[in-house]
């Protein structure tokens, strides 16, 4: 039965994104994988109720949908939710535990890079949004976040998983903040840490321009974000990142990412997003209200 409302739901996407109603999300899942038997109670989730994982915010609904990549053997990998009207992604969410993040392969070569077939065609991103465009194909969940196995990592080269960013941010910035988070995963800090990343797509204030390479154009946001969260012995702790989007930083800027760091209950206030929102209502409401900086080991 489940199979067969994923087949519906695949067809009714196909035909057209746009008829999707405003309160609802349609998942778009790769073929349903058996998941895990020996992952952590809170990772071994079935890919039906990818809406009620802890680290899936709230979801936007009008014309955007859930796009879930899987792994034959680790089950989930990532998954976003895409908007339609904007050919772009709200975010993307993923998990970092001792069983998925292993580094047994190197990064993906050039020929990785990809459309994303779960998308209809005329709401992907594309190869010609970026060339000859001066901006990094920017990934939101890193490749190196995914070395576990080969098919793991193609898949972090899909478009989907792209925004425009100037490499300034992307090579150094962005890229010393994903290092941080990577810093995190290991098993004296963490049980499971919780992901969700992007840039801003929504408001005038927030997204910085159009990349216009492409038929269509895609957004280039002014600003980016992360939302991590941090499982171990049972007890959360919660922190966010935000920054400007700019085509250079000062050396104080690029000095430490400490300086960008802020409450969940900020970054829920300058993104719209309502991050952790599958918490428990108490444990979500202390959790994002503190910075607790002191406790992310910078």
């Not at 079935?46 to 680790?74: F, H, L, M, Q, W």
């Not at 993923?94 to 993040?101: A, E, I, L, S, V």
């Amino acid at each position: 039965m489940k199979k067969l409302l994923s087949i519906l739901a695949f067809i009714f996407l196909m035909a057209s994104c746009s008829k999707v109603p405003d309160d609802n999300i349609i998942i778009v899942d790769e073929p349903e994988k058996e998941q895990p038997q020996d992952l952590p109670q809170d990772v071994n989730d079935d890919n039906a109720d990818i809406i009620s994982r802890i680290e899936c915010p709230k979801t936007r609904g009008g014309n955007s949908i859930i796009v879930v990549k899987n792994d034959d053997e680790y089950g989930v990998n990532y998954f976003l939710e895409w908007d339609c009207d904007k050919r772009a992604q709200r975010w993307t969410a993923y998990r970092m535990y001792k069983g998925n993040t292993a580094t047994t392969v190197s990064r993906s070569g050039d020929d990785a890079w990809h459309e994303d077939e779960q998308i209809p065609v005329e709401y992907r991103s594309t190869y010609d949004d970026y060339h000859y465009s001066g901006f990094d194909r920017g990934h939101i969940c890193p490749s190196a976040d995914r070395l576990q196995n080969r098919n793991m990592n193609r898949q972090t080269f899909c478009y989907s998983n792209m925004h425009p960013q100037y490499n300034a941010l992307n090579a150094f910035v962005w890229a010393d903040m994903e290092t941080r988070v990577r810093s995190w995963n290991r098993d004296s800090f963490r049980d499971t840490l919780y992901v969700v990343k992007g840039g801003t797509i929504d408001g005038k204030d927030y997204v910085f321009d159009f990349l216009t390479q492409g038929d269509y154009g895609v957004l280039i946001p002014k600003y980016f974000f992360m939302a991590i969260l941090c499982l171990k012995n049972g007890k959360y702790k919660a922190l966010g990142f935000w920054i400007e989007h700019k085509p250079s930083y000062s050396q104080s800027e690029q000095k430490s990412i400490k300086q960008y760091a802020v409450s969940i209950d900020e970054l829920e206030q300058r993104t719209g997003i309502d991050f952790f929102c599958n918490l428990d209502d108490e444990i979500e409401k202390s959790t994002e209200k503190a910075t607790e900086v002191s406790a992310w080991s910078f």
